[in-house]
């Protein structure tokens, strides 16, 4: 199984060497749904992950592992101290580095990650990626909370920074926000280099994209972050303390994202299909295509609250959701690997670990983005074909849309190895169906 990891470098080299910083973070998407606007008692958790165009998005199992006293990880740039044991995760992540866009693990926590601009500049110096956050997060929290303890301790001890893009020419720096989610509750970080605010979601939808989204509703916060924000002279006792109005780039606070209204929009209760129909979405923006930049991968999560039915997560693997399969998998003993949707492996010979990084740009398709890339031209160039195409892919979606209704409508138990090639033989149809 590929396994992406960073060397550990100096901290005297740690730096991202760059011309210049781009200011203006993707316009990623990342959404929730509680009952009762989402639909049998189910919570629904959505993200389209906006990356340059050619960048190619891998889905990874990893298993729950325990690990030697004292050992290290090493992440995207950098190594910090490993815990006892890691719990069982499925991620997308662009295939260069170690941390992850979104994802989910064995107890039905899902993290999705957005890179925000904000009027203090993230750091060049390289620390954790926001994307490693989301992976920590998921390796360590079996709840949303545990989980956004993690992020924000790691935050604290190690900061965050460097290169968000496999760029060689140009550094790439944001701070992060985070949408964790659970069973029962969801929790919006934002953050602003060590500093951060939180809010608490246990009802309705809510959606973060790249701007601040926090105002004055915050539920935990970074003990310092008044403090600093006065000391900066972006605030000052006598006003209400509105995080998004102190810490964006001015106006950048005035609306979070146009995703925000196709959900809230929605007038009937919030199902999976709906949630993909709504990352499908090019009209509204939710589904990004633009010169710079494209939806490289989508995730779709359904949690069950209370009862014993499994959490279902579907990955698209390939770009641009509204020409793509949603395909699902469920956490069991025995998962079936997939190697067809990861990346190729180029060890130390990595350009991404090497310094200077990024001098080359090596291929990173795996089989099925390349059999997808065919489906796509079709699309692109034969109208007619390309309708055809889409509706017949639509439909093996639907099938696997319909098995897994009767998972979580059913009463009997489910059988685990009924379910462990689920998300390969998906990935493994589609392929064949390409072809």
């Not at 910083?21 to 189910?42: E, H, I, N, Q, T």
């Not at 979601?201 to 972050?225: F, M, R, W, Y």
């Not at 009862?307 to 579907?314: L, N, R």
């Not at 998972?407 to 998906?426: N, Q, R």
Request: aromatic fraction near 8%.
């Amino acid at each position: 199984m590929l396994m992406a990891c960073s060397v550990f470098i100096p901290a005297s080299s740690r730096e991202c060497r760059s011309l210049f910083r781009m200011s203006v973070a993707p316009p990623s998407y990342c959404f929730v749904a509680f009952p009762p606007r989402a639909k049998d008692g189910l919570v629904v958790f959505g993200k389209n992950s906006a990356r340059p165009r050619d960048e190619v998005q891998e889905v990874v199992y990893i298993a729950a592992a325990d690990h030697e006293p004292e050992s290290k990880v090493e992440c995207t740039y950098i190594a910090i101290d490993q815990v006892p044991r890691t719990h069982a995760i499925v991620i997308s992540r662009p295939a260069w580095l170690w941390g992850a866009e979104m994802g989910a693990n064995e107890h039905g926590v899902c993290i999705a990650n957005e890179a925000i601009s904000t009027r203090e500049p993230a750091p060049e110096n390289e620390a954790l990626l926001g994307m490693d956050l989301v992976r920590l997060g998921l390796e360590r929290g079996a709840t949303a909370k545990e989980a956004f303890d993690v992020i924000v301790s790691l935050l604290e001890e190690h900061g965050q920074g460097g290169n968000y893009y496999e760029d060689g020419n140009l550094c790439h720096t944001f701070q992060s926000a985070y949408l964790i989610v659970d069973r029962e509750e969801a929790w919006v970080l934002e953050t602003i280099g060590k500093h951060w605010a939180a809010e608490k979601i246990t009802e309705g939808v809510k959606c973060i994209c790249n701007q601040l989204s926090i105002t004055s509703k915050i539920d935990a916060e970074h003990p310092e972050l008044r403090s600093y924000a006065e000391g900066q002279g972006w605030w000052t006792t006598d006003q209400e303390f509105n995080f998004s109005e102190v810490f964006s780039q001015a106006d950048d606070h005035l609306g979070c994202c146009s995703g925000k209204d196709s959900l809230e929009k929605q007038e009937e209760s919030i199902t999976v299909q709906t949630m993909m129909n709504i990352l499908r979405d090019k009209a509204s923006g939710v589904c990004v295509d633009s010169d710079s930049f494209l939806t490289t991968a989508s995730i779709v999560s359904v949690l069950p609250q209370g009862g014993s039915s499994p959490c279902i997560h579907y990955f698209t693997g390939t770009p641009d959701p509204s020409r793509s399969i949603f395909k699902p998998f469920i956490f069991v003993d025995d998962v079936k690997l997939v190697p067809k949707v990861q990346s190729p492996c180029f060890g130390e010979d990595d350009p991404a670990k090497k310094e200077p990084r990024f001098l080359e740009k090596p291929d990173r398709r795996h089989e099925l983005y390349k059999a997808h890339e065919w489906a796509r031209a079709v699309i692109e160039s034969d109208e007619d074909q390309g309708h055809k195409l889409m509706e017949t892919m639509l439909d093996l979606e639907k099938q696997g849309l319909e098995a897994m209704e009767s998972i979580l409508s059913s009463t009997d138990p489910m059988d685990p190895t009924e379910v462990a090639d689920l998300f390969y033989d998906c990935v493994d149809t589609e392929i064949k169906f390409f072809k």
